[in-house]
């Protein structure tokens, strides 16, 4: 009894003290600067804190552990900004104490294995890319794919759909889009990070759903801009709003966040998904970051700090990893919304 | 109880005995009960995590149990847009991955336990365990990779094959019609069967190798063949070990995850077919717990961690309550 009562006293203790370090360890996370979120924008922010260290001695701990990851610990108050790639509402920020801006301007695109079938010969358009989605349109020489292609030989091959597995910012943009273009889509499916998907198979990360692409014939699937480019994958050219056909390309990206006024929008709460223009690619994204209203208040200088820096001075460093920089007016936006809301 | 004190008490006394004779024993009642704290100490510590691990799962799980009651359970649906989420889909890949491989792991094992402990020439024995064991050695991530990058592209070139001929049996064909992806719940379950045969096997042999060679010498003496000698000899004498190692091996490929999330094809629909993509419990989590931002939605997947940690328990609790009844009956028979 008396060895059960001590084990008790030693169990307690240890509690005790694995709890006082959690404690510490949340104290310290806090007045460092480190950063967590979103997986999209990883690359911009770690390319661009590489140099700013060099530049300012500053160094910035970026975790890519996924936007609803990034949303909770911003929360949480353990990281000292997060990002997302789903905007917040204006309501959950005022509800939450927090505050949003963009960072980078990116784009996705649909990738196909069709054997004879070259990178960009293929067009497609979003209402049919949803009914693809949806598991309407089965096959490869569909009519509707045929009237889009007049010319291409497009084989008598099942469609494979192939998806993201893991919940990503990556498939927020696509359905977002598809949920512009089709009610049916809108109604039945809809926009999150990870969705009730109708049909089709599930690759991790965009390489996964690369891997299945390049592996199944007659498979589709949608990755991000920059793998596209680093991989060499055969891209579908898409239809949009105003009934052009265009490529991915940054400038496209960019035509789509001329097209929103950031400037206008409360808390930048835009998604640049199914913008209209000509030369403007449908399928835009960005990323948002997140600070907390309470933060103390040299914390937050530090991160403005950071990103303005990345809006003068890391330009070319976004273009070349497929980033298209913010428009002039959306960071001078992004300099009076610091000033209202955090007096920086 | 005095059998573990005077075994514990042992080395301290030899220790002694060497030093001095006359060091007398109340020097060594401390350290004894100290050592002994300690050791309960870290006893308490793993039944403490377990319990702790289970009481947050279901405190974290409570709001998704508590929304969807036992419908969770039995539900299909697993839809983030609108928070209305149900575990069937996720249990039944697990169980049904977890099946097809332990239906083609126990035989392989057995059939190299088999080999090594009895029919091997002994040259052999050494090289074919080091290799089998360092199958066991491989990270599961790993083998996920190999999964997704060689055996799919060519389990794919399969599929036809076996859509046109296992395909049109009558009954379980329609196990086997569906595209040929190479991906999905078949390949999972062999992918699975090859990680977990290492360990099964393993055990096999061991107790395979121990098994008295008087038994097996009596049995050959009487005109046994091989195959009488490990069904009626080796099999009856280690059936306990064998139990434990096959539910070792149920028990890891319930839970894997990483190998299981690159190529079970991750679709959250119920499917006949077991060339369709499917999902399993551990893979949903990897897939989607970084992004759940909806405290339903975290909430459902750590219920569905709680599911998952519920069935390991059942299949541990079945093996031992199978392996009390063989041990009964066993007695039985002698009586």
Redesign the interface.
């Known amino acids: 009894m008396i060895l059960n009562r001590q084990l008790f006293a030693k169990a307690a203790a240890v509690l005790a003290v694995t709890g006082a370090v959690g404690l510490a360890a949340t104290a310290n996370a806090a007045v460092s600067l480190t950063g967590a979120g979103s997986t999209w924008v990883y690359p911009l922010v770690a390319k661009w804190s590489a140099q700013y260290v060099k530049d300012t001695g500053i160094q910035i701990n970026y975790k890519s552990i996924g936007s609803g990851g990034g949303i909770a610990q911003i929360k949480a108050g353990t990281v000292a900004f997060g990002a997302s790639d789903m905007p917040l509402t204006p309501e959950e920020l005022a509800k939450a104490g927090l505050i949003q801006f963009p960072t980078a301007i990116a784009g996705e695109d649909l990738v196909y294995n069709l054997p004879g079938i070259k990178p960009g010969e293929l067009i497609l358009s979003g209402p049919l890319v949803a009914d693809v989605y949806l598991g309407k349109v089965k096959k490869w020489n569909d009519p509707a794919i045929a009237k889009l292609n007049p010319g291409v030989k497009l084989p008598s091959m099942a469609i494979t759909v192939v998806h993201r597995s893991d919940g990503s910012g990556t498939t927020f943009t696509f359905a977002d889009y598809l949920s512009k273009v089709s009610p049916e889509w809108k109604s039945k499916v809809g926009a999150n990070t990870s969705l009730n998907w109708p049909v089709g198979v599930g690759g991790k990360g965009n390489e996964g759903v690369a891997a299945f692409v390049q592996r199944i014939p007659g498979s589709i699937g949608y990755v991000e801009y920059a793998y596209i480019l680093e991989n060499k994958l055969a891209y579908a050219r898409m239809i949009n709003r105003d009934g052009k056909v265009v490529s991915p390309s940054l400038k496209g990206f960019q035509n789509a966040a001329a097209h929103v006024d950031f400037t206008k929008a409360k808390d930048f709460y835009v998604i640049l998904t199914g913008q209209p223009g000509p030369g403007t690619w449908p399928i835009s994204g960005c990323t948002w970051q997140i600070l907390r209203k309470a933060a103390p208040k040299a914390t937050n200088e530090q991160v403005t700090k950071f990103f303005d820096w990345g809006f003068e001075k890391g330009q070319s460093m976004a273009e070349s990893i497929a980033f298209g920089p913010l428009p002039p007016s959306t960071v001078k936006a992004i300099k009076a919304y610091w000033k209202t809301n955090l007096g920086i | 109880m005095k059998g573990s004190e005077a075994a514990s008490r042992a080395p301290l006394e030899l220790h002694a005995a060497s030093e001095q004779k006359s060091a007398g024993k109340t020097s060594v009642v401390p350290a004894d009960f100290l050592f002994?704290?300690l050791t309960?100490?870290f006893a308490?510590?793993v039944a403490?995590t377990l319990v702790a691990i289970m009481g947050s799962l279901v405190l974290e799980g409570w709001p998704a149990l508590r929304t969807f009651g036992w419908k969770f359970l039995i539900t299909s649906?697993?839809?983030?847009?609108?928070n209305d989420f149900g575990a069937l889909v996720f249990i039944v890949g697990t169980l049904v991955s977890s099946l097809i491989a332990m239906l083609i792991a126990v035989p392989v094992s057995f059939g190299i336990a088999l080999f090594i402990s009895e029919l091997s020439p002994s040259w052999l024995r050494g090289p074919v365990s080091a290799v089998i064991e360092l199958l066991a050695a491989i990270p599961s991530i790993i083998y996920g990779m190999w999964g997704?990058?060689v055996f799919?592209?060519w389990f794919?070139q399969i599929e036809p094959w076996m859509n046109d001929h296992l395909g049109a049996l009558p009954g379980i064909g329609v196990l086997f019609q569906g595209?040929p992806?190479?991906?999905?719940m078949l390949t999972a379950g062999i992918v699975l069967a090859i990680m977990v045969i290492p360990f099964i096997a393993s055990i096999m042999r061991d107790v395979f190798m121990i098994t008295p060679a008087t038994l097996k010498e009596s049995a050959y003496a009487l005109g046994s063949t091989t195959w009488e000698v490990a069904r009626y000899v080796i099999l009856p004498y280690t059936r306990t070990a064998v139990t434990g190692g096959i539910f070792l091996g149920l028990g890891r490929a319930l839970g894997e995850t990483m190998a299981v999330?690159?190529i079970i094809?991750?679709?959250?629909?119920l499917s006949a077919s077991l060339l369709m993509?499917g999902?399993s419990i551990a893979?949903v989590i990897?897939?989607?717990?970084?992004?759940?931002?909806t405290h339903l939605y975290?909430s459902s997947l750590l219920a569905l961690g709680l599911i998952l940690f519920v069935i390991t328990f059942i299949v541990l609790v079945f093996a031992k309550l199978m392996l009390l009844r063989l041990d009964n009956s066993l007695e039985g028979k002698k009586a």
């Not at chain 2, 649906?77 to 609108?82: A, K, Q, R």
């Open positions: 002994r704290s309960a100490f308490f510590v403490a649906t697993w839809d983030p847009v609108s997704l990058l799919a592209p794919a595209p992806m190479g991906i999905g999330t690159f094809g991750n679709a959250n629909n993509p999902s893979s990897a897939n989607e717990f970084t992004e759940a931002t975290k």
